[in-house]
């Protein structure tokens, strides 16, 4: 059994501050990583995606891998009150593409 | 934009009676999957489904559950005879033929079971 966890928060953040929203994972063939953000009462939205170590950035996200650490990061920049959500973890494993495994989440609270 | 839509938005059913989640993927998309989420809990994988035919499925998707894929647009979740525990949002996503496509998800569908 794959284990994604996640700090389920609340995490607060000043707005126009930096958010750190971290996640690790149990399995070391896990190959590809993602980040889905959802608001309350909808259904996940991807983010990122990060396949190899080190740092991928997109507009005001940037994604963290480090697989010797076992240990995935989601940097928001300039936090703003619209990026108020959880962001959910996810990984799948080099074994089997067919089955994603979802963090609990960690939510973000974004203050004006 | 192509989008995954799932139907009904919301089901309310009582115990033991069944229910038909109906979802379509995005059209070129190659791989299905259904997802559940209980009030404030994490997403729950159930199933993913490949070439006609289950690929993978968790440990909630036992015997009262079934997947189908009746024509070349719909892909359907059966739940024989719901319980109570069965409530929750039900997602469907869908991806296109390589590990690394992104997963799109559906809006989801709302069960409650009385």
């Known amino acids: 059994q794959k284990e994604v966890e996640q700090n389920s928060g609340p995490l607060s953040v000043p707005e126009g501050a930096i958010a750190s929203l971290n996640c690790t994972y149990s399995d070391r063939v896990s190959q590809s990583f993602f980040w889905y953000r959802q608001y309350s009462g909808k259904s996940p939205e991807l983010i990122m995606s990060i396949y190899s170590n080190g740092d991928k950035e997109d507009g005001r996200f940037t994604a963290q891998l480090n697989k010797a650490s076992q240990y995935v990061s989601l940097l928001i920049r300039d936090s703003q009150p619209s990026d108020s959500a959880t962001y959910l973890c996810a990984v799948i494993g080099a074994d089997n593409f067919n089955k994603f495994y979802f963090g609990s989440g960690t939510k973000l609270n974004v203050k004006p | 934009e192509p989008e995954v839509t799932q139907t009904p938005s919301h089901q309310v059913t009582q115990m033991g009676q069944e229910v038909i989640l109906r979802c379509v993927p995005i059209s070129n998309h190659l791989y299905f999957y259904w997802y559940r989420q209980i009030l404030g809990q994490k997403v729950e994988f159930l199933v993913s489904?490949?070439?006609?035919?289950?690929?993978?499925k968790s440990e909630i998707f036992d015997d009262q559950f079934s997947v189908e894929r009746p024509d070349g647009s719909n892909f359907t979740l059966k739940i024989r005879s719901t319980k109570l525990e069965d409530s929750a949002m039900y997602f469907c996503?869908?991806?296109?033929?390589?590990?690394?496509?992104?997963?799109?998800f559906g809006p989801g569908t709302r069960l409650t079971v009385l």
């Open positions: 996503a869908s991806r296109g033929q390589f590990p690394t496509d992104t997963q799109y």
């Open positions: 489904f490949y070439n006609n035919e289950i690929s993978e």
